[in-house]
């Protein structure tokens, strides 16, 4: 049946980062739907972000385009441009090596819930507020290249 039950599917809220930079993602939590549909091409992630939980570091990435597709609460989307309000039923794109970092953050007293869609592998990813870096295939780095 195409319809998934997220109830079996998983929830983490893992993250790759370096402790340092980890804190402001504790209160993010997600289940990764394409795994669990048999979806192939690309990734997609059902996210709920805790009040004062950020979706990630702000980040752009390379080689990967993301879309992402508010279904419940509110946050702010802060990019190169400013902050932004997202509500349900909002949508955000970002292309590929566009350069504008971004991130969500949940500055409400709610959760706040959307999808994600991207790639299902990891590209370079910049974060150019802080001195960290994904590196294909290296995984993250400071933006020297040196490690953690």
Known sequence: MPKLDLDTIPQTNA???????ADVVQ??????LAPASGIADFGASHVTLKPGAWSA???WHEG???????IAGEAVLVDDSGET???PGDVAAFPK????????QN???TDCVYVAIGRQSATDCHYPDIDLHLFDGEGFRRKDRSGF
Do not use: C, F, I, K
Not at 64 to 70: A, R
Not at 97 to 103: K, L, Q, S
């Open 64 to 70: 990967e385009d993301e879309l992402v597709v508010m």
């Open 27 to 32: 209160g993010r939590w997600y289940r990764r």
């Open 15 to 21: 993250t790759g980062y370096p402790a340092e930079y």
């Open 85 to 87: 309000a997202m509500r």
């Open 107 to 109: 500055r409400s007293s």
């Open 97 to 104: 090596n566009d350069g504008n970092g971004h991130v969500l």
């Open 57 to 59: 570091q702000r980040h």
